[in-house]
């Protein structure tokens, strides 16, 4: 475990279009529009819009909430992605801890939302996650772990200088089956970074 858990809270990052940020109370709006005006969805790993029911003034509360819990535990981080021309938000990244220890490695994961594609902001705002996750979250190692056959976030993570690894068998529980995935990997040297060694309690 390390010794000083990460603040968030303040955390803002800025690309040339978007800004990643976690959320603050004066986002419901926004998130609301992001999450119930969107397309339908457009293919297997899209999720479409939501129903207005799912999203509430009381679930955006709860859910602002529970993950700055997670992100206080060191247990999951999750960025949001806002359009800077429009202040609204467009997809989001995230981070689920897996080892700290000798380890310090996470799950890397990020969505535009499909009102958003064919923009570049899914490798602009993938890019930035790099450098939070280890420059921020002081990590070593951030996995993708990519199903076999989705090509546009194979190319996505391959755009951003991620590293093929190998297929892991039987990797994830989707749609009540175990399935094989890819993964791509990135240390903080692949993008000019020195690691560091891990601080211990």
Same mark, same amino acid.
């Given at each position: 475990?390390?010794?000083?858990?990460?603040?968030?809270?303040?955390?803002?990052?800025?690309?040339?279009?978007?800004?990643?940020?976690?959320?603050?109370?004066?986002?419901?709006?926004?998130?609301?529009?992001?999450?119930?005006?969107?397309?339908? #969805?457009?293919?297997?790993?899209?999720? &479409?819009? *939501?129903?207005? +029911?799912?999203?509430?003034?009381?679930?955006?509360?709860? %859910?602002?909430?529970?993950?700055?819990?997670?992100?206080?535990?060191?247990?999951?981080?999750?960025?949001?992605?806002?359009?800077?021309?429009?202040?609204?938000?467009?997809?989001?990244?995230?981070?689920?801890?897996?080892?700290?220890?000798?380890?310090?490695?996470?799950?890397?994961?990020?969505?535009?939302?499909?009102?958003?594609?064919?923009?570049?902001?899914?490798?602009?705002? #993938?890019?930035?996650?790099?450098?939070? &996750?280890? *420059?921020?979250? +002081?990590?070593?190692?951030?996995?993708?772990?990519?199903? %076999?056959?989705?090509?546009?976030?194979?190319?996505?993570?391959?755009?951003?200088?991620?590293?093929?690894?190998?297929?892991?068998?039987?990797?994830?529980?989707?749609?009540?089956?175990?399935?094989?995935?890819?993964?791509?990997?990135?240390?903080?040297?692949?993008?000019?970074?020195?690691?560091?060694?891990?601080?211990?309690?």
């Amino acid at each position: 475990m390390i010794s000083k858990k990460v603040s968030l809270k303040l955390k803002t990052v800025h690309t040339r279009r978007l800004t990643l940020r976690v959320l603050t109370a004066k986002d419901y709006k926004v998130w609301f529009d992001a999450h119930v005006n969107r397309k339908p #969805a457009q293919s297997k790993w899209d999720w &479409g819009p *939501k129903a207005k +029911k799912e999203c509430t003034k009381g679930i955006f509360t709860k %859910l602002m909430r529970r993950l700055e819990q997670l992100a206080n535990d060191d247990d999951y981080y999750r960025f949001y992605v806002f359009e800077k021309k429009t202040g609204q938000i467009v997809g989001e990244i995230d981070f689920d801890v897996y080892v700290r220890s000798t380890h310090q490695f996470c799950n890397f994961g990020y969505q535009i939302y499909n009102s958003y594609w064919g923009k570049g902001y899914g490798q602009e705002s #993938a890019k930035a996650g790099l450098g939070i &996750g280890f *420059k921020d979250l +002081k990590l070593n190692r951030l996995e993708a772990a990519i199903n %076999l056959d989705n090509r546009k976030s194979i190319r996505l993570v391959k755009a951003i200088g991620m590293q093929k690894e190998g297929i892991k068998k039987r990797y994830w529980f989707e749609n009540e089956k175990w399935v094989d995935h890819i993964i791509y990997v990135a240390n903080p040297e692949d993008i000019g970074l020195k690691g560091k060694k891990p601080v211990f309690k």
